[in-house]
């Protein structure tokens, strides 16, 4: 889901429409509840990891911000999707996404991170073919 924002923000003419479904909005504010999502205390006990990949790769985590592709591709056709029982990418990452590129949040309901289409593959689908709609 990401990484086409990423994408998007280099090359915008590239796409003619994206969609993603369970995108992280900024890495600096998604690792934290990635990390705490392992188990008790994660976020406090993997926190240096992220540090340490920084160092690794010469990539800084807070430069990672998939809302600034949405931000430049505002007013073109996307969807963003959201798992209603996301517990890797909270509700709040979609809303940054979706605010920045100008359209509403589509809530797959009953659905937990990137299961959107098996949760619900004729919503899904209709989702799909709406934003493909729009592109043509």
Aim: charged content about 25%.
């Amino acid at each position: 889901g990401s990484t086409l924002w990423l994408a998007s923000e280099k090359e915008p003419k590239t796409f003619d429409g994206i969609i993603s479904e369970g995108a992280f909005a900024t890495l600096s504010e998604a690792i934290p509840t990635w990390n705490a999502g392992r188990f008790p205390f994660g976020d406090v006990v993997l926190a240096p990891a992220a540090t340490f990949a920084e160092k690794m790769s010469g990539i800084e985590v807070a430069k990672i911000r998939p809302v600034d592709g949405a931000t430049k591709f505002n007013g073109r056709p996307c969807t963003i999707l959201s798992c209603e029982f996301d517990n890797l990418v909270p509700l709040s990452n979609a809303k940054k996404l979706a605010e920045a590129a100008g359209v509403e949040v589509q809530m797959i309901p009953g659905s937990r991170h990137a299961e959107g289409y098996v949760t619900d593959p004729v919503a899904y689908e209709r989702i799909v073919m709406n934003l493909v709609e729009r592109v043509r």
